[in-house]
């Protein structure tokens, strides 16, 4: 079982809509969860991150968190061409520390 | 603003050779990491390091060494090139932000190739 799920995608978007990316972790002890947008070609950026339960927003990006059932989602409002990208979720260990422990991906298409 | 460089874009080298790839950041963090990248695989850690001269294997270290003399700097090395290595390096640094938790930044990345 791999320790941070994400589906690959790609998920497709109409310019406007709402665009949901999810991830699931195993380590139920994980204390820390981000978010990174990773363009062709480019090193991941990190966008968002999430420590408590509930969600944090930040201007069109907003992160969800639910630690008893061990996912982290990022919500994408009003999204647009320039959002299409890989999103790279990653967890941190259980007790904290620097080891992260990353997903996959998902590329997220958002069309005209 | 984090700032982490690495040497090089791009790099081509042939099988058997030694290969240097550095990294540098300029924030004072003393940890630092080298990832690789490759399709359908994600990032995987190679190594880490959280002082000078302090060292950590991260998942897949065989065929790696890393070498950290200077705090800022963190410089991974490929013993003998083989074409397997062909990949995606990102390095990356990390500051401490609250509690336990740290957040990671990442440098422009290398791709290398081994012919």
């Known amino acids: 079982q791999k320790e941070v799920e994400q589906n690959s995608g790609p998920l497709s978007v109409p310019e406007g809509a709402i665009a949901s990316l999810n991830c699931t972790y195993s380590?139920?002890?994980?204390?820390?969860f981000f978010w990174y947008r990773q363009y062709s070609g480019k090193s991941p950026e990190l966008i968002m991150f999430i420590y408590s339960n509930g969600d944090k927003e930040d201007g069109r990006f907003t992160a969800q968190l639910n630690k008893a059932s061990q996912y982290v989602s990022l919500l994408i409002r009003d999204s647009q061409p320039s959002d299409s990208a890989t999103y790279l979720c990653?967890?941190?260990?259980?007790?904290?520390?620097?080891?992260?422990?990353f997903g996959t991906g998902t590329q997220l298409k958002v069309e005209l | 603003d984090v700032k982490v460089t690495q040497s090089s874009r791009y790099l081509v080298k042939r099988t058997g050779e030694k290969v240097f790839l550095e990294c540098v950041q300029d924030m004072d963090h003393e940890n630092m990491f080298w990832y690789r990248q490759d399709p359908g695989l994600g990032l995987r850690l190679i190594y880490f390091s959280y002082d000078v001269k302090m060292k950590e294997k991260g998942d897949i270290p065989e065929g790696y060494s890393v070498s950290r003399e200077k705090k800022e700097r963190f410089s991974l090395i490929l013993e003998s090139a083989s074409t397997n290595q062909t990949s995606m390096y990102l390095c990356?640094?990390?500051?401490?932000?609250?509690?336990?938790?740290?957040?990671?930044?990442f440098g422009p990345g290398t791709r290398l190739t081994v012919t």
């Open positions: 990356a640094s990390s500051l401490y932000v609250s509690g336990s938790s740290y957040e990671q930044y």
């Open positions: 380590d139920r002890g994980s204390q820390s």
């Open positions: 990653a967890v941190g260990p259980q007790g904290g520390g620097n080891k992260l422990t």
